[in-house]
T-cell receptor, first 113, second 116 residues
């Protein structure tokens, strides 16, 4: 069955460092992958989308890579700030006429001042 | 603020009861998605509607049903509630959901359901 794993349930880093979150998947051939941020008690907020034919996408301090051979996506936050503390979810989409997203369980990132 | 509204914010009910959760999508969005989020299961896709018609189904129980009305708002009906149905229920909307293969979903603030 399809499986999505995000590297760890929790990640603690120091302010100013780069946070790297991992999303691995098995038994899946996604057409695209999305990353969302979720704060406690709130709905997920879309951050970035990367397609299967793209290797890397950037948006301000965020960078996403997508390796379909390794079946892995890496999500980087550079120059991290305490305000970046949240749960980050990766979501895989099949594309075509199927818009269903399959979410990982998320990684709780804490950036310490 | 995503532009997606959900009511009510909180709902406390008893086992065996039936509840209705309501969602209004962002202005202009045609697709509505329902998700269930619990601590152990993460965010689980339940069902998608596009312009009034069911488009995709996920792990939705037979006790649950949904519909999308002509004004594009959607309702999720949960019946014969069990303790395990306690969770956060999110609605999301997107513009397309039926064409380009990718679509950004905008999530509402959620409804927290507690079944006692």
């Amino acid at each position: 069955s399809q499986k999505i794993e995000q590297n760890s349930e929790a990640l603690n880093i120091q302010e100013g460092k780069t946070a790297t979150l991992t999303c691995n998947y098995t038994n899946y051939s996604p057409a695209y992958l999305q990353w969302y941020r979720q704060d406690p008690g709130r709905g997920p907020v879309f951050l970035l989308l990367i397609r299967e034919n793209e290797k890397e996408k950037r948006k301000e301090r965020l960078k996403v890579t997508f390796d379909t051979t390794l079946k892995q996506s890496l999500f980087h936050i550079t120059a991290s700030q305490p305000a970046d503390s949240a749960t980050y979810l990766c979501a895989l989409g099949s594309g075509g006429s199927n818009y269903k997203l399959t979410f990982g369980k998320g990684t709780l990132l804490t950036v310490n001042p | 603020d995503s532009g997606v509204t959900q009511t009510p914010k909180h709902l406390i009910t008893a086992t065996g009861q039936r509840v209705t959760l309501r969602c209004s999508p962002r202005s202009g969005d045609l697709s509505v998605y329902w998700y269930q989020q619990s601590l152990d299961q993460g965010l689980q896709f339940l069902i998608q509607y596009y312009n009034g018609e069911e488009r995709a189904k996920g792990n939705i129980l037979e006790r649950f049903s949904a519909q999308q009305f002509p004004d594009l708002h959607s309702e999720l009906n949960l019946s014969s509630l069990e303790l395990g149905d306690s969770a956060l229920y999110f609605c999301a909307s997107s513009f397309m959901g039926g064409g380009l293969g990718t679509d950004t979903q905008y999530f509402g603030p959620g409804t927290r359901l507690t079944v006692l």
